[in-house]
Nanobody, 128 residues
Framework: QVQLVESGGGLVQSGDSLRLACAAS????????MGWFRQAPGKEREFVAA????????YYADSVKGRFTISRDNAKNTLFLQMNVLKPEDTAVYYC?????????????????????WGQGTQVTVSS
């Protein structure tokens, strides 16, 4: 069974940086797409970024392009999200998610419903 455990959240000021990590276990992750999603209070969970583990191909939400970078460490089965120039609107619980590569079109990996495994989330709060 795939397990995902996030870490690295915290309270920062606007303009600061933060790096989230997601330790993954229980799967052959070369077969997976791994993603980061976030959910702010009163809002739906939304896509942030994703990466095809085998090829390193990345996908980003427009709201974070140029500020956030998703990456993975193959040897440690760990997913990262480097977040720079943080804004108050980035405040949310951030979730790591995984799904087996099975869709022809990449837009599927922007969809929360297409992910099978989820971590427990880590809180990121950005003060103005």
């Amino acid at each position: 069974q795939v397990q995902l455990v996030e870490s690295g959240g915290g309270l920062v000021q606007s303009g600061d940086s933060l790096r989230l990590a997601c330790a993954a276990s229980g799967g052959t992750f070369s077969r997976y797409v791994m993603g980061w999603f976030r959910q702010a209070p009163g809002k739906e969970r939304e896509f942030v970024a994703a990466i095809r583990w085998l090829t390193g191909t990345t996908y980003y939400a427009d709201s974070v392009k140029g500020r956030f970078t998703i990456s993975r460490d193959n040897a440690k089965n760990t997913l990262f999200l480097q977040m720079n120039v943080l804004k108050p609107e980035d405040t949310a619980v951030y979730y790591c998610a995984a799904t087996v590569v099975r869709f022809t079109y990449s837009y599927n990996y922007y969809d929360t419903a297409k992910y099978d495994y989820w971590g427990q989330g880590t809180q990121v709060t950005v003060s103005s």
